[in-house]
């Protein structure tokens, strides 16, 4: 089983600035299928901001194409998101997610990390 999905990085940085998010899935997995970020901004949704599969394929929200940057370790069941020209509006608490089986033709089980504070100030 999942023993933890641990995820860091945020902190406060001025308009322009730049962060890097990690996140990384622990335990006995089979494979991750997927991980991605969201973002919970004060009075607002979650969103998803940026998704990569297994194979590498990724998708982002509007807002951040050309900004920000999603890559992952597979060695490491871990996933990166570099942030540039960050915004006031892309403050938020960061969550990663996986989704991942246990085993081969084995459901998939979704995850979420405990959250990392981005704040961004204009």
């Known amino acids: 089983l999942v023993e933890s999905v641990e995820s860091g990085g945020g902190g406060l940085v001025q308009a322009g600035g730049s962060l890097r998010l990690s996140c990384a899935a622990s335990?006995?997995?089979?494979?991750?299928?997927?991980m991605g970020w969201y973002r919970q901004a004060p009075g607002k949704q979650r969103e998803l901001v940026a998704r990569?599969?297994?194979?590498?394929?990724?998708n982002y929200t509007d807002s951040v194409n050309g900004r920000f940057t999603i890559s992952r370790d597979n060695a490491k069941n871990t996933i990166y998101l570099q942030m540039n020209t960050l915004k006031a509006d892309d403050t938020a608490v960061y969550y990663c997610?996986?989704?991942?089986?246990?085993?081969?033709?084995?459901?998939?089980?979704?995850?979420w990390g405990q959250g990392t504070q981005v704040t961004v100030s204009s």
């Open positions: 990569i599969t297994s194979g590498g394929s990724t």
């Open positions: 335990g006995r997995i089979f494979s991750i299928n997927a």
């Open positions: 997610n996986a989704v991942l089986s246990y085993d081969r033709g084995g459901p998939r089980y979704m995850y």
